[in-house]
């Protein structure tokens, strides 16, 4: 994995996600699998040449490199951040309390992540107002965000 890690960072343009799976590895191993974006065939041959175990690698065809959901991660949270910064400024609580109240009330993005298995970022939602769902879909594409009902919310 301090391989296909070190690759990545040699390979940003192609480097789509790194993770382990244990469903698909031989003998009932883990399979080290890789992402890569666009035609990386010969590097990802000399990494395999490069490995103790190449059999242990599975090289998958993404969309995005990893930079690009990591940058819609932080895009998308600085805009919840001034959404929120927003309805603080507008004056429309009647204190710091109502802020609160209305803000666990929601719609609220409880969770934020980039899950490279998928090339996407995940969002989990409050499940308080499921219109909002769709709205994060919308904003960003389906093709690069995932939503779903987060139950952290039953915490507030």
């Known amino acids: 994995m ?3 890690s070190r690759w990545g960072d040699d390979h940003p343009d192609l ?16 399979t ?10 010969a590097v990802v041959a000399r990494l395999r040449r490069s490995l103790s175990h190449p059999r242990y690698l599975k090289v998958i065809a993404q969309r995005y490199t990893l930079r690009e959901p ?6 998308i949270s600085d805009d919840e951040e001034a959404r929120w910064q927003a309805l603080w400024d507008s004056g429309e609580c009647a204190s710091e309390e ?3 109240r209305r803000r666990r009330e929601g719609p609220l993005i409880v969770q934020i992540g980039v899950d490279p298995t998928i090339n996407k ?3 989990g939602v409050s499940p308080l107002h499921s219109a909002f769902t769709s709205a994060p879909i919308d904003r960003y594409g389906a093709d690069r965000v995932r939503v779903y009902p987060d139950r952290l919310v039953a915490m507030w």
């Not at 990591?70 to 895009?75: A, D, M, S, V």
């Open 2 to 4: 301090t391989k296909l």
């Open 15 to 30: 480097l789509g996600g790194i993770w382990w799976d244990i469903t698909t590895a031989p003998e009932g191993g883990v």
């Open 32 to 41: 080290m699998c890789l992402g890569v974006v666009g035609d990386g065939a």
């Open 70 to 75: 990591r940058h819609l991660q932080e895009t």
């Open 98 to 100: 109502d802020f609160w």
């Open 121 to 123: 970022v995940t969002l």
